[in-house]
């Protein structure tokens, strides 16, 4: 009996492990949640009965790859999801060719990769050889579509290589656009693309991307028919090639004019961070063959553009190595859409006549303001509120004049060449300032000389006149460099950079003062005018209302005409106005020393006061030598008569 309940109990517990381990193998594991999945993080888990599923989002593919002996899936962009016209182009056959595009885009499938990189590639073909109504849009619209068709190309060539096996890839697409390509896991060494256009020596170590996983990418483009959409495309030179040509002509570089030699190339790889790659890139384009001829330079460039997608060719990471007849070599740290360009520029040679005026123009300059600085000073009987405005400015001004003079050419050092320039930036609109204050001034003083009140006059102006005048350009000239630190010094002089409307830091200012002085000598003038007008006059106040009436006048000639000269100097009449500028200029150091000390009746008397002490002082003198000339030579006759030697 026991036995038969022993059976019983043993069946059972063997029936019951059984049904466990059936059940155990039909309950379904959520892999998402516990993390036994092979999902990328770029996918979405779903679980599904007895398995998982890998999901991605709208506009993106699911694409298997490997990584540390797993196979993971991963999702991959859509090509083409984000290339659609550039916004404000008008086109026809521009969007002929999107509706193709989004064609491609709907029909796309990962398997057919290569079939719809060459059907792309034929498109841009036909695009750029047979533009249409391209051809008509306003240079500016023809740059941004080109803009616009190289940043995107780039982009979908890019995506589009992620579903291309190992290996390299070539397509040569209809009037000579090709397409050089290569794949490769984890590559490593050197890598060169090439075709008939150009070609491209690159490490894939420069090519993987730090955070890509799987295959690298390297491809190059290039597009003959581009050059139609970058005609007229300016050259700008970096600042080290600018101060190279201006040391090797002695002049300043301008109206550079360039001929595209070459096709426009484009090059991209996995690495979206191609700014400032670890190692440079070596290209070698094929170009017609050419001879630079005077002041003309072959230049390896590329197209630099903004947002908006107007830009301009640029030099500045780019260099030739070498050229000979039908290619050039270059080195670039960044990638881009290279090209290589004839420039033919013009070299402003300095003008001698113009460079010997200067500097005797202000070495006169700094001896008259010399001369008045010292005047106001030393003048006791003239210092009041006006004498005290006149001697900072000329101080100023003297300053300003003599570092012009002593370092404006000073380029060697950079750090040094900024700072003079900000200094120069600073004394001059601290010049400017303080004739905007000789301007308010001429104007409180006349409109009191109706009232005869000048204690107001006094009383504003010692207020206003140094916060004004030292505080306002310190905080011009430190938000300029705080904003633009760079834009201080250029190759050929220590001055302000006219990049970025930088200039304008100077220019602006000058012309808001102008204007307000303009404002300032009308109203003085009408004041002066009722004045004269009126039947109450007396000699002194007639005098006085005169003499403002001319100090006026003159203050609006040497206090802003001078520089506005400077601004005009463009067109057929730009050398003319530069002798204008640079006579007026370089002399308003004496113009202020004539209408503030010699036209002024005190100031003449001072003078002479002056010039009959120095005189009394050098006749006393004369006297004084000539009597004891007188002395010493009736000593020297009468010493041998009493000398203790004796006589022979």
Not at 155 to 170: C, I, W, Y
Request: with cysteine; aromatic share 10%.
């Amino acid at each position: 009996m026991r036995g038969r309940y022993f059976a019983f109990y043993s069946g059972l517990c063997v029936l019951l492990t059984s049904l466990e381990i059936i059940a155990h193998k039909n309950r379904d594991v959520d892999e998402c949640s516990s993390g036994k999945h092979q999902c990328h993080n770029s996918t979405r888990c779903i679980n599904v009965k007895g398995s998982y599923r890998c999901h991605c989002d709208h506009d993106w593919v699911a694409r298997s790859k490997p990584l540390h002996g797993l196979k993971l899936t991963i999702c991959e962009e859509v090509p083409f999801s984000s290339w659609t016209s550039p916004s404000g182009v008008s086109s026809q056959s521009l969007s002929h060719f999107f509706d193709k595009v989004q064609q491609l885009s709907q029909d796309f499938t990962p398997v057919l990769a290569k079939n719809t990189i060459q059907d792309l590639m034929r498109e841009v073909s036909e695009l750029l050889e047979t533009p249409g109504d391209l051809k008509t849009l306003p240079p500016s619209e023809q740059h941004c579509v080109a803009t616009h068709l190289l940043v995107s190309l780039e982009d979908v060539l890019r995506v589009l290589s992620k579903f291309l096996p190992n290996g390299p890839l070539t397509v040569h697409a209809p009037a000579g656009t090709e397409l050089s390509l290569k794949v490769q896991e984890q590559g490593i060494g050197d890598v060169t693309l090439g075709q008939s256009h150009a070609k491209m020596h690159l490490n894939w170590d420069v090519a993987q991307e730090f955070s890509d996983f799987g295959p690298s990418v390297v491809g190059l483009v290039s597009t003959p028919g581009m050059g139609r959409l970058l005609a007229e495309v300016p050259l700008v030179l970096e600042p080290k090639k600018q101060a190279v040509l201006h040391d090797a002509h002695k002049g300043m570089v301008q109206g550079v004019s360039s001929v595209l030699l070459s096709d426009v190339n484009s090059a991209f790889m996995s690495n979206r961070d191609t700014q400032n790659l670890s190692s440079p890139i070596t290209f070698i384009f094929s170009h017609h063959s050419v001879t630079p001829g005077p002041r003309e330079e072959v230049f390896c460039v590329f197209w630099k553009h903004g947002q908006n997608g107007y830009g301009h060719w640029s030099t500045t990471g780019c260099r030739m190595v070498a050229t000979r007849g039908t290619s050039t070599t270059c080195q670039c740290t960044h990638l881009s859409s290279f090209a290589i360009l004839m420039a033919h520029y013009d070299v402003q040679e300095e003008d001698p006549m113009l460079a010997v005026i200067t500097y005797l123009g202000l070495d006169l300059s700094l001896l008259c303001l010399l001369l008045a600085a010292l005047t106001f000073l030393l003048c006791k009987t003239i210092q009041n509120t006006s004498t005290s405005i006149h001697l900072q400015l000329s101080i100023c001004l003297f300053l300003a004049h003599l570092l012009f003079l002593m370092a404006i050419h000073r380029t060697e050092i950079k750090v040094l060449c900024a700072i003079t320039a900000g200094v120069l930036h600073y004394l001059y609109l601290v010049s400017f300032t303080w004739m905007l204050l000789e301007g308010l001034h001429l104007f409180l003083t006349a409109r009191n000389l109706m009232v005869v009140n000048y204690s107001s006059v006094s009383r504003v102006m010692k207020k206003l006149m140094f916060p004004v005048g030292y505080g306002v350009p310190a905080i011009i000239v430190a938000i300029s460099a705080a904003s633009s630190p760079l834009l201080y010094g250029t190759p050929t002089r220590c001055w302000l950079h006219t990049d970025k409307g930088f200039i304008w830091t100077f220019f602006g200012p000058v012309c808001t003062i102008f204007s307000i002085n303009l404002a300032f000598f009308l109203m003085t003038f009408w004041i002066v005018k009722t004045k004269l007008s009126s039947n109450n006059r007396d000699v002194s106040t007639l005098q006085n209302t005169r003499m403002l009436t001319f100090k006026a006048t003159a203050q609006l000639l040497i206090l802003g005409c001078t520089w506005c000269l400077g601004i005009l100097q463009v067109g057929p009449a730009a050398h003319v106005m530069a002798y204008l500028f640079t006579i007026i200029n370089s002399l308003q150091g004496v113009f202020i020393f004539l209408v503030y000390c010699l036209l002024s009746q005190q100031v003449r008397e001072q003078y002479k006061k002056w010039f009959k002490e120095v005189r009394k002082t050098k006749a006393e003198s004369e006297k004084y030598m000539l009597s004891s000339g007188t002395m010493f030579d009736a000593s020297k006759h009468s010493w041998p008569l009493n000398s203790a030697y004796p006589q022979v």
